[in-house]
């Protein structure tokens, strides 16, 4: 396994400024988000920086929510980075399922099964798997953005489409204050992990006692090793399923993501703290 970084995160940073940085300090693996179109210039850094590589394409996208015409224009987006993906030879590319808010689970798993099986066959023939990440994405969407947050809905995602090229980004810092197992997920879908995630979740007692779990505030994001998540455990679940891909940091953390220059700082504490497991 190797610990690299997310580049949606950084604000104030080019893109050759996130290379060269991540290259300083043994980052040897990056989610490039928002994959610009000049792969050129993407190809220039990788040559420059041979000891960074890219493990993983990243677009932010709901998929599902809008008319045929405004799903067909985000899909078109995802099939040009699994194009690029195969022309650098990136193997996944990490995205949301998505979720038409103002329709019930069962009623999104049609929409999905329709946007989604296209696209798996664009990737299973380019050799590009997708990996789903678990966000729940509440913040998006009052009602919850993306169906691929839960174990259950896993389940019934997964069976409407078996294909191997549809897989998942495991960050277990959403399972926290969802209160779900992160470690029987972990043990369940473990041939369906394809990137994790490294970020942890801080829940805070005494403002869930007074708001509820409906309420805002009473969870965060935090560094790797300053919330509640069992990383030895953790880890120990990636060795018994024979995970050794990389494990980019997600630095949400709000006391280490002002700006860059802290960003940086926090990125390099988890950094510290993961490299003793990989």
């Excluded at 996130?18 to 693996?29: D, H, K, M």
């Excluded at 919850?144 to 259950?152: D, H, K, R, Y």
């Excluded at 019934?156 to 399972?175: A, N, Q």
Aim: charged share 25%; net charge negative; glycine share 8%.
């Amino acid at each position: 396994m190797e610990i690299g970084v997310l580049t949606w995160m950084f604000k104030e940073s080019s893109l050759e400024d996130i290379f060269a940085w991540a290259s300083e300090n043994g980052l040897s693996s990056l989610q490039l988000d928002g994959c610009p179109e000049d792969l050129d210039r993407v190809k220039a850094l990788l040559d420059k920086y041979p000891d960074v590589e890219i493990h993983v394409l990243g677009r932010a996208q709901n998929y599902l929510v809008g008319d045929a015409s405004a799903r067909e224009k985000r899909a078109a987006l995802l099939r040009r980075d699994i194009e690029a993906a195969a022309e650098l030879g990136i193997g996944v590319v990490n995205v949301f399922a998505g979720r038409d808010p103002y329709k019930t689970v069962e009623e999104n798993l049609p929409i999905f099964a329709e946007v989604f099986t296209p696209l798996v066959e664009v990737a299973e023939r380019y050799g590009v798997r997708l990996a789903m990440e678990n966000c729940a994405q509440r913040n998006w969407w009052p009602a919850g953005g993306n169906l691929a947050s839960t174990v259950e809905n896993w389940r019934m995602l997964f069976e409407l489409i078996p294909s191997p090229y549809l897989g998942l980004t495991f960050d277990p810092s959403h399972f926290v204050w969802q209160g779900m197992d992160y470690l029987a997920a972990l043990r369940e879908f473990g041939e369906r992990v394809y990137y994790v995630h490294a970020k942890d979740t801080e829940v805070l007692q005494d403002q869930l006692a007074v708001k509820g779990i409906y309420g805002q505030g009473w969870w965060r994001y935090r560094l790797p090793g300053w919330g509640s998540i069992d990383w030895v455990g953790f880890f120990t679940g990636l060795m018994e399923i024979g995970y050794e891909g990389p494990v980019g940091i997600e630095a949400e953390d709000p006391l280490w993501s002002e700006n860059d220059a802290k960003l940086k700082q926090g990125i390099l504490k988890a950094r510290d703290f993961l490299v003793r497991f990989v």
